[in-house]
C-alpha cells in the first residue's frame, strides 16, 4: 500500500506571494493533519481534516487554511507569504479521528521563501 | 504547563553501543505516547507507540521503550546501534481527549565508527 505522499517536494517563493501544497493519505485513511517544522519552533500542529470538515486547529495565523476533498485528499494554502513561513510541511493520515490512531507521515514539502 | 521534553538536544554513540533517548512529559493525565525518527530530508517515521497495558513496548528498528508513570516518562532505547540508526528522534504525545500530536524538540543521535 503506498503511503502518504505530498507535493510538490521543494517550492520556492517570494514575500507576499500565495502557495498550496497538496497531500495524498494512504488509501482508506479519512483523516489528514498538517504540521510545520522549523529549526527555531519545532514540530507544530497546524489543523486537521476529517471527512471534509476541519476538526482541529492549531495556533497560526489565518493566512493559513487548508481543505480537504471526498477522495480524503488535502490541500493546505498560506496566502501573503512571510520569511518567516519557510519551513517543512509535514502531513499526517490516519485511518480514523481520534488519540489512538496512528498518523503516518508523508516526506514534506520544504517551502522557502525569499 | 502541558509539555513534552527531550532533555538531550544530540547524543553521540559509537556503533554497536547502547542507546537511551530520554523523553519527560507534563500533563494532568496520561497521555498516549509515541516516537517517531526522521531521517535527513525524510517525514517521520513511527518507530512505536504506547496507549496502555504492558509498559514495556516493543517497536521497529530494535528499539524500545519502557513507560514510567511515577517518573512521567517514555524512554527509547537500542541495545546496539547501526550507523542507519542517525537521524533525529521525537517524542511526542497526544490527550485521550484531543487528536493532534505534540512534539518534544527531537535529540538528533550521531553514529560514530
Known amino acids: 500500500k503506498a503511503g502518504v505522499t505530498q507535493t510538490p517536494r521543494y517550492l520556492i517563493k517570494t514575500r507576499g506571494q500565495q502557495v498550496t501544497l497538496s497531500c495524498s493519505p494512504i488509501?482508506?485513511?479519512?483523516?489528514v493533519s498538517w504540521y510545520q517544522q522549523t529549526p527555531g519552533q519545532g514540530l507544530q500542529f497546524l489543523f486537521e481534516?476529517?471527512?471534509?470538515?476541519?476538526?482541529n486547529k492549531g495556533n497560526f495565523p489565518g493566512r493559513f487554511s487548508g481543505r480537504q476533498f471526498s477522495n480524503s485528499r488535502s490541500e493546505m494554502n498560506v496566502s501573503t507569504l512571510e520569511l518567516g513561513d519557510s519551513a517543512l510541511y509535514l502531513c499526517?493520515?490516519?485511518?480514523?479521528?481520534?488519540?489512538?490512531?496512528?498518523?503516518?507521515f508523508g516526506p514534506g514539502t520544504r517551502l522557502l521563501v525569499l | 504547563a502541558q509539555s513534552v521534553t527531550q532533555p538531550d538536544i544530540h547524543i553521540t554513540v559509537s556503533e554497536g553501543a547502547s542507546l537511551e533517548l530520554r523523553c519527560n512529559y507534563s500533563?494532568?493525565?496520561?497521555?498516549?505516547l509515541f516516537w517517531y525518527v526522521q531521517s535527513p530530508g525524510q517525514g517521520l517515521q513511527l518507530l512505536l507507540k504506547?496507549?496502555?497495558?504492558?509498559?514495556l513496548v516493543q517497536g521497529i528498528k530494535g528499539f524500545e521503550a519502557e513507560f514510567k508513570r511515577s517518573q512521567s516518562s517514555f524512554n527509547l532505547r537500542k541495545p546496539s546501534v547501526h550507523w542507519s540508526d542517525a537521524a533525529e528522534y521525537f517524542c511526542?504525545?497526544?490527550?485521550?481527549?484531543?487528536?493532534?500530536?505534540?512534539f518534544g524538540a527531537g535529540t538528533t543521535v550521531t553514529v560514530r565508527a
Open positions: 499526517a493520515s490516519s485511518w480514523l479521528q481520534g488519540a489512538g490512531e496512528t498518523q503516518y
Open positions: 488509501s482508506g485513511h479519512r483523516s
Open positions: 481534516y476529517f471527512s471534509e470538515t476541519q476538526r
Open positions: 500533563y494532568g493525565a496520561t497521555p498516549y
Open positions: 504506547y496507549f496502555s497495558g504492558d509498559t
Open positions: 511526542a504525545v497526544v490527550l485521550s481527549n484531543d487528536y493532534k500530536l505534540s
